[in-house]
C-alpha cells in the first residue's frame, strides 16, 4: 500500500460530457502527478502540481485541467471527453526532499462511450 | 511522447528460471526507474539507479545502467509466478521537475 487513493475506481461517460478524478495522498506529500495510460500503453504525463500550482504539464490539451488542494488531495478534471479520452488515470504523489520517487495510487478506469 | 522503449515486449518464462528486460531511452537523465504493475492497476516502484550509478541491487532485482549507449537492464532472478505483471522503466529527464517520461512495458508472464 502507497497511502494514495483514487475515487472512483471506475467510471463511465458519454462524448462531450466532464468528469472529475480524485486523489489523496498522505501527510508530506507536496507534489502530485498525474499520468494517462491507455490499454497497452506506458502512462503519458498529463500535468503536475506543487504547492497548489501548476509545476509543469505534458503534451494534453486545456480541457484537462487539474487542481491541489492545502489537504495533499488533488483533481483531474476533464471537459468535452472524447473517446480517446478512455484510459486508466493514475496520480502519484511524492515526499518532500524525494521527488524523484513516486507513490501511485492504483487508478481510475475512464470508459467514454 | 514516450521516452523509453522496453524491449522486449511480451516474455514467458518457466518459474524459477531469471528474466531480464531491457529499456532505452532518448535524452539525458538524472535517474531512471522501473515499475511493476499487475492487471492495469496501480504502478509499484522497485528500484532507481541515478545517472551516475552503473549498477544496482535489491532482493532479487539487479538492475544496471549505461548512460553512453542510454539503456537500461532489469534482472529478476530465481522469477516466481507472482512476478508476473508488466515491468516499466520511466526517466526523470535532466531540468524536468521530476516529470517521469515511461515506455510501453515488458509483459512478463511466469509459467509455474
Known amino acids: 500500500e502507497t497511502g494514495v487513493t483514487q475515487s472512483p475506481t471506475h467510471l463511465i461517460k458519454t462524448r462531450g460530457q466532464q468528469v472529475t478524478l480524485r486523489c489523496s495522498s498522505q501527510?508530506?506529500?507536496?507534489?502530485v502527478s498525474w499520468y494517462q495510460q491507455a490499454l497497452g500503453q506506458g502512462p503519458q504525463f498529463i500535468f503536475q502540481?506543487?504547492?497548489?500550482?501548476?509545476?509543469g504539464r505534458g503534451n494534453f490539451p486545456p480541457r484537462f485541467s487539474g487542481l491541489q488542494f492545502p489537504n495533499y488531495s488533488s483533481e483531474l478534471n476533464v471537459n468535452a471527453l472524447e473517446l480517446d479520452d478512455s484510459a486508466l488515470y493514475l496520480c502519484?504523489?511524492?515526499?518532500?526532499?524525494?521527488?524523484?520517487?513516486?507513490?501511485f495510487g492504483p487508478g481510475t478506469r475512464l470508459l467514454v462511450l | 511522447s514516450q521516452q523509453g522503449e522496453e524491449d522486449p515486449q511480451a516474455l514467458s518464462i518457466q518459474e524459477g528460471e531469471n528474466a531480464t528486460m531491457n529499456c532505452s531511452y532518448k535524452?539525458?537523465?538524472?535517474?531512471l526507474q522501473w515499475y511493476r504493475q499487475n492487471s492495469g492497476r496501480g504502478l509499484v516502484h522497485l528500484i532507481l539507479?541515478?545517472?551516475n550509478e552503473r549498477e544496482k541491487h535489491s532482493g532479487r532485482l539487479r538492475v544496471t545502467l549505461d548512460t553512453s549507449k542510454k539503456s537500461s537492464s532489469l534482472l529478476i532472478t530465481a522469477s516466481r509466478a507472482a512476478d508476473t505483471a508488466s515491468y516499466f522503466c520511466?526517466?526523470?529527464?535532466?531540468?524536468?521537475?521530476?516529470?517521469?517520461?515511461w515506455g510501453a512495458g515488458t509483459k512478463l508472464i511466469i509459467k509455474p
Open positions: 520511466a526517466t526523470d529527464a535532466k531540468n524536468s521537475n521530476y516529470q517521469l517520461i
Open positions: 501527510s508530506g506529500h507536496n507534489t
Open positions: 535524452t539525458s537523465i538524472n535517474n
Open positions: 539507479i541515478r545517472s
Open positions: 502519484a504523489s511524492s515526499l518532500v526532499g524525494k521527488q524523484e520517487t513516486q507513490y
Open positions: 502540481y506543487y504547492r497548489e500550482e501548476e509545476n
